[in-house]
């Protein structure tokens, strides 16, 4: 027996072109199986142009999505992808703050991101709240006083404020390099020694004058020292992208300050033959007769050369930037001073003589090798060792 299936020309038909269906015949007893007439109309209802019309719009989107992600490089990923944000999320600070943090710290070479998130956070706890009894307002806690001073519209607001948080940490980075330009003067004259960092703490804790006085960190800045730094690991995620400096160079500085040279103490912890302290000696000492000529070890400009109580005569030569880093020399304890402030020098050009000027046991070379405030050990960068 015939079904009533349709042909595919006749379901794309028009209903009034389709031939004429034929009646229903009665059921004959052993006649084949005929199909029920609810399966014979979902069958009708499977037609090609229903089933188009139903797939081509998830067809058309498909299509769409997929030039979509083609043109734009596929799905944005799960993370975020600026590196400011993924450091901000690691040590807990507003992303917004990062990018001022790292142009403050540009201000001077001492300054790191970390170092003034650690400031930031034991001043305020990064709360931008007024201490009514102190007066110190904003993130960096400036006093009015302060905030005319250093206070200015860094973000281009329309106004200076301790509370707009770019402002304030501008405004810190401006005040911690004016304090470690003054601190970093006194050592170099000999009047304090002390890690430059440090010394700038003690200053932004207690004043320059203090730290003058005390010719190291005055006990009272100690604890405000201690607090800043066990909380700079917290921060340290914020200086990856300044990280890798120069280091140490080997053969950087050509000429030998004194020839030849024969280290009699060498650069590192020791007790001070005079003072009996167990600290830091911050350079090599070379022995050398007296009057032994001392030449500079590279290229620069004397921004030092005068007598100093603890190295006596004493020259420092800039011979600025290895790899964004400042370099600098010191030749200590000279007899006499053939340079001035302001001179011009060549590798090799004298500078003085060797002497025992200062605190010193005998004629001897203090040399010392600075980059970027921070002692460092100076045989390395000699060409020759040492």
């Known amino acids: 027996m015939n079904d009533e299936r349709l042909t595919v020309a006749e379901a794309a038909a028009p209903a ?11 059921r004959q007893p052993g006649a084949g199986r005929e199909e029920r007439p ?25 299509i769409g999505v997929a030039a979509f992600l083609a043109l734009t ?36 070479t001492l300054l790191t991101p970390s170092l003034l998130a650690a400031q930031i956070d034991q001043l305020s706890g990064w709360s931008d709240g007024t201490d009514d009894l102190s007066g110190q307002k904003g993130i960096a806690a400036f006093t009015d006083t302060e ?32 304090l470690a330009a003054e601190v970093t003067a006194l050592r170099t004259a000999g009047e304090v020694n002390g890690d430059l960092v440090d010394l700038t703490l003690a200053a932004y804790a207690t004043g320059p004058d203090a730290v003058s006085e005390a010719g190291r960190v005055p006990p009272t800045a100690k604890t405000y020292l ?12 914020l200086d990856r992208a300044d990280s890798g400096g120069a280091g140490t160079a080997t053969g950087v500085l ?31 000492d070379f022995a050398a007769p007296q009057g032994a000529p001392v030449v500079a070890a590279r290229q620069g400009h004397v921004v030092f050369a005068a007598y100093t109580k603890a190295y ?14 400042r370099l600098e020399t010191t030749y200590s304890h000279l007899s006499s001073l053939d340079t001035a402030v302001g001179r011009a020098v ?16 005998g004629p001897h070379l203090h040399f010392e090798v600075v980059l970027d405030g921070y002692y460092t050990d100076p045989r390395p960068w000699l060409a020759n060792g040492g």
């Open 346 to 361: 060549e590798a090799g050009t004298p500078i003085g003589r060797v002497g025992s000027t200062g605190l010193s046991t």
């Open 147 to 178: 905030w005319r001073t250093w206070g200015r519209d860094d973000d281009g607001s329309g106004k200076a404020s301790p509370r707009d948080p770019a402002d304030a940490i501008m405004a810190l980075g401006r005040r911690d390099c004016s």
């Open 226 to 237: 201690a607090e800043v730094r066990a909380l700079l690991p917290r921060y340290e995620a």
């Open 38 to 62: 609810e399966r014979t109309a979902r069958r009708r209802r499977r037609g090609p142009v229903l089933l188009t019309l139903l797939l081509l719009p998830g067809l058309v989107t498909v």
């Open 312 to 325: 006596g005569n004493r020259v420092v030569v800039d011979h600025g930037t290895i790899e964004g880093k």
């Open 254 to 284: 050509p000429a030998a300050p004194v020839t030849p040279l024969t280290v009699t103490s060498p650069y590192g912890s020791r007790e001070h033959p005079l003072t009996g302290v167990t600290k830091l000696h911050t350079g090599v």
């Open 73 to 108: 490089g596929g799905p944005p990923s799960s993370g975020p992808e600026d590196p400011d944000a993924d450091q901000a999320a690691e040590v807990g600070i507003d992303p917004s703050y990062v990018p001022w943090l790292r142009q403050a710290a540009a201000v001077c």
């Open 16 to 26: 009034d072109e389709r031939p004429p269906e034929r009646p229903e015949q009665p």
